[in-house]
């Protein structure tokens, strides 16, 4: 049986990883996680948290004694630990300096010690910043535009120089645009739904026109659970995007889910563009489907009106969280004043 050391496992894409895993007998799964204010224990339903090959454990992957309690005996290490939205690097950088590049310093140092057979590094496409050419393959010119995509890319070349120098057997994985449940209510898609559910503004940064490469979550789990299996030696140092090849703007998406609530587009309120703003995001597809025989299955549109569904009908999941003090504050400081 293989151990894995899920960090941010209590989050949007982490808990995704975690059920999937758990489905197979093969692997045991300790979640590593700080609950920050995205951290969610609500991302599990009692079957998991009472799961025989299930550990939960509270900490900090910059903190070296948190992380020397849990590195035992660990497989495979997948670090999805990180402070994940770009508007709050914008607000302050501090927390995402700390975990995102020094955190992963920890867990690469005490991996290091006690190697296990693979270190994955979830690392974001943003690290691209906007496309230059189309689509991004992994070769694309590495020009974060903002100090979230500055600090990732940071540690994805710190992952990448560990197993240049010495030998560490890890796997960088970009990831584009996710969305599904559980995802934080600050996130776009979320976002837009929960407030299109309560009537508020759907906030729109500068034209709305800027694309991602939209990925549903449970075709990125997928994709990463195939990284866990596939032979180390054919993968060691490599460098995966994991997109769906299949691009929409912010417009599109605010029309889909007024559309499908029946709500005026006089709630679409557009804000002065957020600095740093990624234009677009566009993955090249080649790569991970030969070396991993993996793509993304669900169609854009068909995996939105899913996720709309799910936040209908889930709303104790994201009202709770919007009620918290901490979600107001910021909500207040960062949408409410924009013009
Ligand atoms: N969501 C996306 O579209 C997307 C796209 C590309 C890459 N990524 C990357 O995937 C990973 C997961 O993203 P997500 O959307 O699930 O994020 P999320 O914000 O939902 O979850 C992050 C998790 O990390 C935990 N965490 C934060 N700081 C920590 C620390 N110091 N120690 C331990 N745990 C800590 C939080 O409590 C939370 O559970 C991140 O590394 C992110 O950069 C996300």
Redesign the pocket.
């Known amino acids: 049986m293989k151990k894995v050391l899920v960090?941010?496992?209590?989050?949007?894409?982490?808990?995704?990883f975690t059920k999937e895993l758990l489905k197979d007998p093969s692997y045991k799964v300790v979640v590593?996680?700080?609950?920050?204010?995205?951290?969610?224990l609500d991302?599990f339903p009692s079957e998991v948290l009472k799961h025989p090959r299930f550990k939960f454990v509270k900490?900090?992957?910059?903190?070296k004694k948190?992380v020397e309690k849990v590195m035992n005996r660990i497989d495979i290490v997948i670090?999805?630990?990180?402070?994940?939205?770009i508007d709050r690097s914008i607000a302050n950088i501090d927390?995402f300096v700390?975990?995102?590049f020094i955190?992963t310093y920890v867990l690469l140092e005490e991996f290091r010690r006690r190697p296990g057979d693979r270190f994955i590094?979830?690392?974001?496409?943003?690290v691209y910043g906007s496309a230059q050419t189309v689509p991004m393959t992994e070769e694309h010119p590495i020009a974060p535009q903002s100090p979230?995509a500055a600090t990732?890319a940071a540690a994805d070349r710190l992952v990448y120089s560990y197993y240049k120098t010495y030998n560490l057997p890890a796997v960088i994985?970009?990831?584009?645009?996710?969305?599904g449940p559980?995802?934080?209510p600050e996130?776009l898609i979320p976002f837009f739904i929960a407030n299109a559910l309560e009537d508020r503004p759907l906030f729109v940064y500068g034209s709305g026109k800027n694309t991602r490469d939209w990925?549903y979550?449970k075709d990125?789990v997928q994709a990463l659970k195939k990284i866990c299996e596939v032979d180390i030696n054919k993968v060691k140092g490599e460098v995966f995007n994991?997109g769906s090849g299949q691009e929409y703007d912010v417009m599109e998406i605010a029309d889909v889910i007024l559309d499908y609530f029946n709500k005026p587009k006089s709630l679409i309120k557009k804000v002065t563009d957020r600095p740093g703003h990624v234009e677009r995001l566009i993955s090249s597809t080649t790569k991970v489907k030969k070396a991993l025989n993996w793509q993304a299955k669900t169609d854009f549109t068909k995996g939105l009106i899913e996720t709309i569904k799910w936040y209908e009908s889930n709303q104790w999941w994201w009202k709770k969280i919007m009620k918290r003090r901490e979600y107001q504050r910021f909500y207040k400081e960062w949408y409410e004043k924009r013009k």
């Open positions: 960090t941010g496992g209590a989050g949007f894409i982490g808990s995704h590593f996680d700080k609950l920050t204010y995205a951290g969610n991302n900490g900090d992957i910059a903190v948190d670090n999805f630990a990180a402070e994940t939205h927390p700390s975990t995102d955190g590094q979830i690392a974001t496409s943003e979230y990732k994985v970009r990831p584009f645009n996710n969305y559980n995802q934080f996130k990925l979550v990125c994991l």
